[in-house]
């Protein structure tokens, strides 16, 4: 009896890790459309050859942060962007199909409305 305890015990703890570690932040349509906004322009205003953006999901991280995910040119490309508390791109990782940097966006990042 000790040693089922001792087997189910654990187990339970995995799965109610699991579930608390899956709730996530739901933010409020104002809040996605700005993150949307920033994220756009920021894509548009760095990266050569954008014809569209797509985003697929706005959600909170790991973290307690903001990740705005999507892809480019019908799906050529995809990336992941953090967004800092003014809306602003903190970090954004892309694939390796994703459209290159603009040169002049190489060192720093360009100019883009957030």
């Not at 995809?78 to 967004?83: H, L, P, Q, V, W």
């Amino acid at each position: 009896m000790l040693r089922r305890l001792f087997l189910v015990f654990p187990i339970l703890f995995v799965l109610g890790g699991c579930s608390w570690g899956s709730s996530q932040e739901t933010y409020d349509e104002e809040t996605i459309a700005k993150a949307e906004s920033s994220t756009l322009n920021y894509i548009k205003s760095n990266f050569k050859k954008i014809q569209s953006v797509e985003i697929t999901n706005v959600y909170q991280n790991e973290m307690g942060g903001m990740t705005v995910e999507g892809s480019v040119n019908n799906g050529e490309g995809t990336f992941s962007a953090g967004i800092e508390n003014d809306f602003s791109v903190g970090s954004v990782g892309v694939s390796e199909t994703f459209p290159d940097r603009k040169e002049d966006c190489m060192e720093r990042t360009c100019t883009y409305e957030h």
